[in-house]
């Protein structure tokens, strides 16, 4: 077996994420991440119906689908599948704005917390998904 260089990764493309309620996960993502409406894709061969949102000032985009085999069940980081995501923040003064941002939009959420490498907070997405914002570095 010969050795072979591993291609390049530019970043990340997307994130998808399985929904149980289309319009009000867009409806949060858009109040509380400040994320825009790209564009709807229509199901196709079953895979459910998307709505494209925007990272403003990023090439990544924030897919959500509602599949309609989809039971209802709320995430689970402790089913195989996603743990969770985490965004980069640049220091504890941002990470303190999100502090305040999520007090005022009404989202439970973690004291602010040392992590591994850096600080952090925990909340949820309405369908229970573990979302980080967290520091560079601490």
Known sequence: MTESAVPSINGIHHL?????????SAAWYQEVLGLTFGWEMPDVEGRGRKLVLLFPGSPMRFVLTRHEANQ?????????????????VNDRAELEAWQRH?????????????????????????????????????
């Open 72 to 88: 209802g069940d709320r995430a689970s980081e402790f089913r195989t599948g996603l743990d969770h995501i985490a965004f980069t």
């Open 102 to 138: 999520l007090d005022a939009k009404g989202v439970d959420h973690t004291p602010i917390k040392e992590g591994a490498t850096g600080w952090l907070i925990v909340f949820r997405d309405p369908d229970n998904v573990q979302l980080e914002m967290y520091t560079q570095s601490k």
């Open 16 to 24: 998808n994420l399985s929904v149980t309620d289309l319009q009000r």
